[in-house]
């Protein structure tokens, strides 16, 4: 609020998606998800303060405890992914829903400005709510950030340095640039295309089994004129 880009849902997971995609953690990842979650929430919950003075520190206070939310996603997220070998578009969507399910009852709860609630709009596909309540149209919202973080190019990573750059031997140098950290044989690469197709058609398979069901509720639908 107030500008209700809804669509930018779809994509805002991806960069810390791809946090959590990185094989070794980068510096300082803790602060600056932290960070990264405040620069929502303060201007999010700006309305706070207009209620009395005294409110600004409820402002602030609550917009530093929901910031923490981010980091646990990419921490609980990381060990989903690299120690249980979760897939990212299977962990990503469980740990933020339960992340919201958490923020929405611990210490009496905040359930607003979840991740599903962006598409209130989209009536077909919101209609899952009648079975999985908003947490549902949240875990189909993350599935595409996951399935768009693991189709960012590892070049582009190298060049953001968020993964080293492997330096080749004086003799070869001059015959090739450097090249990325995950340099990867021919068949380890038709693996890692293989793994990332199947990613985004799982997201594409969730979405439109999620639109399916939204049509057809919407067309059992009797109202009376």
Known sequence: TPLDWSPLAWLALAPLCVLIRLDKAPRKLWLTTWTGGLLFWLPTLQWLRLGHESMYVAWFALAFYLAAYWSALVGLSRAAVHRCGLPLVAAVPLVWTGLEFLRAHLMTGFAWYQLGHSQYRWIELIQISDLLGAY???????????????????????????????????????LSPPAVADETSPAESRGLFRRQMASVFFGLLVVAAALGYGYVRRGQAEFTA
Do not use: M, Y
């Open 136 to 174: 549902g149209v949240s875990a189909v919202v993350a599935v595409s950030g996951a399935a768009l973080a693991g189709l960012v190019p590892t070049s582009w990573l190298s060049r953001l340095r968020l993964i080293a750059a492997v330096q080749l031997p004086s003799e070869l140098r001059h």
